[in-house]
T-cell receptor
Framework: NAGVTQTPKFQVLKTGQSMTLQCAQD?????MSWYRQDPGMGLRLIHY???????DQGEVPNGYNVSRSTTEDFPLRLLSAAPSQTSVYFC??????????????FGPGTRLLVL | GENVEQHPSTLSVQEGDSAVIKCTYS??????FPWYKQELGKRPQLIID?????GEKKDQRIAVTLNKTAKHFSLHITETQPEDSAVYFC??????????????FGSGTRLSIRP
C-alpha cells in the first residue's frame, strides 16, 4: 500500500490564482481530513469527511472547498489564493465503519507559497 | 467547538532526564486523546493515545495520563534519548459519527534533548 499520498509536494502561486491540492489513500479509509500547519499554531483542521459524499467544516474553512466523490480521493481547492494561505498542508485518513481504528495516517504534506 | 491548549511551546531537557508536556481541552464530550510526534521535515505520526475511560496508559518510555474532571492530559517521556527530539502534538476528539474525523490539535511542543 502507498498509504496517503499528496501532490504536488511544493507549489508557488500568485495572489488570486486557484489550484487543487490532491490527496489519495489506498487503505479504504472512510475518514479523511485536511490540516494546515503554520509555525507556532500546530495543525489546524480545514475540512473533514466521514465518507463519500459527506464533508464538513473544520476550524479554518474559509477560502477552501472540498469534495469527496470517492472513498479514495479528497481534493482541497483554493478558490482565490492569498498570502495568508502560505502554509504546509497535510491530508490524513483513518479507518471507519464497521471497525473504526483510531490511528490517523498523514500524507507527506504539500508546501504552498502564495506571493 | 473544541479548543486544545498545549504547554510548554518549547522544552529542553538533559539526555536521560524526563520530559512532561501538558494539554487542556474545552469540550467535555471529548473522549479520545492522541499524541503525535513530528520529526523535522516529516509527517506527524501517532505515538500513543488514551480514551476517556482510562486514567493512564504506558508504552515503554512513554506514558499518558488523563484527568477527565479537570479536562487535562499529559505526555511523559522517561529516560529521554536524542531521537526523542521532535515536535509533539496533543489532540482531542469527541464521540459521535459526525465527529469521527474531527480531531483538534494543540499548538505543539518542540522538545530538544541536550547531550
Amino acid at each position: 500500500n502507498a498509504g496517503v499520498t499528496q501532490t504536488p509536494k511544493f507549489q508557488v502561486l500568485k495572489t488570486g490564482q486557484s489550484m487543487t491540492l490532491q490527496c489519495a489513500q489506498d487503505m479504504n479509509h472512510e475518514y479523511m481530513s485536511w490540516y494546515r500547519q503554520d509555525p507556532g499554531m500546530g495543525l489546524r483542521l480545514i475540512h473533514y469527511s466521514v465518507g463519500a459524499g459527506i464533508t464538513d467544516q473544520g476550524e479554518v474553512p474559509n477560502g477552501y472547498n472540498v469534495s469527496r466523490s470517492t472513498t479514495e480521493d479528497f481534493p482541497l481547492r483554493l478558490l482565490s489564493a492569498a498570502p495568508s494561505q502560505t502554509s504546509v498542508y497535510f491530508c490524513a485518513s483513518r479507518q471507519g465503519a464497521p471497525d473504526p481504528q483510531e490511528t490517523q495516517y498523514f500524507g507527506p504534506g504539500t508546501r504552498l507559497l502564495v506571493l | 467547538g473544541e479548543n486544545v491548549e498545549q504547554h510548554p511551546s518549547t522544552l529542553s531537557v538533559q539526555e536521560g532526564d524526563s520530559a512532561v508536556i501538558k494539554c487542556t481541552y474545552s469540550d467535555s464530550a471529548s473522549n479520545y486523546f492522541p499524541w503525535y510526534k513530528q520529526e523535522l521535515g516529516k509527517r506527524p505520526q501517532l505515538i500513543i493515545d488514551i480514551r476517556s475511560n482510562v486514567g493512564e496508559k504506558k508504552d515503554q518510555r512513554i506514558a499518558v495520563t488523563l484527568n477527565k474532571t479537570a479536562k487535562h492530559f499529559s505526555l511523559h517521556i522517561t529516560e529521554t534519548q536524542p531521537e526523542d527530539s521532535a515536535v509533539y502534538f496533543c489532540a482531542a476528539r469527541r464521540t459521535g459519527y459526525s465527529s469521527a474525523s474531527k480531531i483538534i490539535f494543540g499548538s505543539g511542543t518542540r522538545l530538544s534533548i541536550r547531550p
